[in-house]
């Protein structure tokens, strides 16, 4: 993930929430946050995407990713769980998530 991380921080400077373009590419750079274990960065990327982008399915994205985050956190279902059942779930519920996402994530 280190090298995805590196060529998304030669990007980002350059690139705004405010485009769809520059949304995806902050949206990668989240997802690789993520995969890092980096969540706190992750979520403060979805953060400014859900405040300032002007790309409807960028923005719609963002929120539904971070909700799945908040709730796969609050059911303590994240990837790093040990049992493969409780992985699954949560696996499982993010793809429901995004599904649900695309409908209607608005607060």
């Known amino acids: 993930y280190d090298g995805a991380a590196a060529a998304l921080?030669?990007?980002t400077p350059y690139a705004t929430y405010v485009t769809a373009l520059g949304g995806e590419?902050?949206?990668e750079l989240a997802a690789v946050r993520e995969a890092q274990g980096r969540r706190p960065e992750a979520e403060r990327i979805y953060t400014?995407?859900?405040k300032f982008g002007m790309d409807r399915q960028v923005t719609r994205k963002a929120r539904a990713?971070?909700?799945g985050r908040e709730a796969?956190?609050?059911l303590r279902l994240d990837s790093?769980?040990?049992d493969e059942k409780e992985a699954a779930a949560a696996a499982e519920l993010r793809k429901?998530?995004?599904k649900v996402g695309r409908y209607n994530v608005r607060r």
Do not use: D, P, R
Request: proline content about 0%; charged content about 15%.
């Open 9 to 11: 921080e030669g990007v």
């Open 25 to 27: 590419a902050w949206m």
């Open 48 to 50: 400014q995407i859900k």
């Open 65 to 67: 990713l971070s909700f």
């Open 72 to 74: 796969s956190s609050f």
């Open 80 to 82: 790093a769980a040990e």
């Open 96 to 98: 429901t998530v995004l």
